[in-house]
Nanobody
């Protein structure tokens, strides 16, 4: 069973950048579709970005396209989320997720505990 641990969250001013990391153990991420989700207070969890293990198909939520980039380092068993041009509405708990299917936007089986990202105006 895959365990996921996120890091890299924090407080940043609008327009700034953060890079989130998600280290996996108990499995190699080269065999998993990996995704990032976020949940803001009072809102449902939403898909942010994902990349599958097969053909590298990558998808982004419309709200983050052009600002966020998901990447993976299979040698380090780590997936990243580079977040640029951050906005206050990006404030949320960001969670890493993994699955063995190919669809990158839903139905993930394994979840990390999340890391808080706060963007001040």
């Amino acid at each position: 069973q895959v365990q996921l641990v996120e890091s890299g969250g924090g407080l940043v001013q609008a327009g700034g950048s953060l890079r989130l990391s998600c280290v996996a153990s108990g499995g190699t991420i080269s065999s998993y579709t990996m995704g990032w989700f976020r949940q803001a207070p009072g809102k449902e969890r939403e898909f942010v970005a994902g990349t599958n293990w097969s053909d590298g198909n990558t998808r982004y939520a419309d709200s983050v396209k052009g600002r966020f980039t998901i990447s993976r380092d299979n040698a380090k068993n780590t997936v990243y989320l580079q977040m640029n041009s951050l906005k206050p509405e990006d404030t949320a708990v960001y969670s890493c997720a993994a699955k063995q299917g190919l669809s990158v936007t839903a139905s993930y089986n394994y979840w990390g505990q999340g890391t808080q990202v706060t963007v001040s105006s």
